[in-house]
């Protein structure tokens, strides 16, 4: 999608605009005319290059940083599952290992707590690198969002500008969507093993008082 961006924004509109004698403007300071016919060419190019290689960079960013998110949420799915059977492992390993139940439920919910500590410190450490990029993008994303509108209320509807515009505004808002979505699996995956491992409690306090 930026590469389509891009396209649509530097090959049909800027070019059709320069061809047509009119002065185009570019995000850039040059100490040069970029309007100059032996300048315009390599000035767009290195323009539609550079802001290429910046859109695909803030993909692979967004991915890899989604990727961690069900990373996380994937193990602590894990996990939760894990709780689930618990018990019932727990009572499988005493009969089998001719130990007690506490001692099987300990080993069995010692491997849990392992899990549960790596889980905390790779989600730790994405927040301690991730956090304060995502924020400020979050802040900068809404400024670009704002400033669009703003713009496309004077541009001919049916225009190629118009069309790139709309094109950039949906890369910005799915490049939000991304972080929402992954961001509330994770938060209700939280909440789903915070959920079992109550009942996982619950169960080992029922087995402890049927207990003799």
Known sequence: MPITTMVMWSFLSRLPTHRGGNAVEFGIWLPFDPNDDAY?????????????????????????????????????????????????????????????????????????L????????????????????????????????????????????????????IAYMSCIVVELFLYCYFGTILTYEIMKSSYTFYAVLKSTNQIDTASP
């Open 114 to 165: 392992r899990h549960y500590n790596k889980i905390i410190r790779l989600s730790k450490n994405i927040g301690h690198i991730f956090g304060r990029p995502i924020f400020f993008q979050f802040l900068v994303t809404a400024w670009i969002i704002c400033t669009i509108v703003y713009r496309i209320v004077d541009i001919d509807p049916t225009s190629v500008l118009f069309i790139s515009m």
């Open 40 to 112: 315009f060419t390599l000035v767009m190019l290195y323009e539609f290059t550079q802001l290429t290689w910046l859109g695909c960079n803030n993909c692979n960013v967004d991915t890899f940083v989604t990727i961690l998110l069900q990373q996380c949420t994937t193990q602590i799915r894990i996990l939760r599952l894990d709780l689930e059977t618990a018990v019932e492992r727990a009572q499988e390993n005493a009969e089998s290992e001719g130990i007690t139940f506490d001692e099987a439920f300990h080993k069995v919910f010692t491997l849990s």
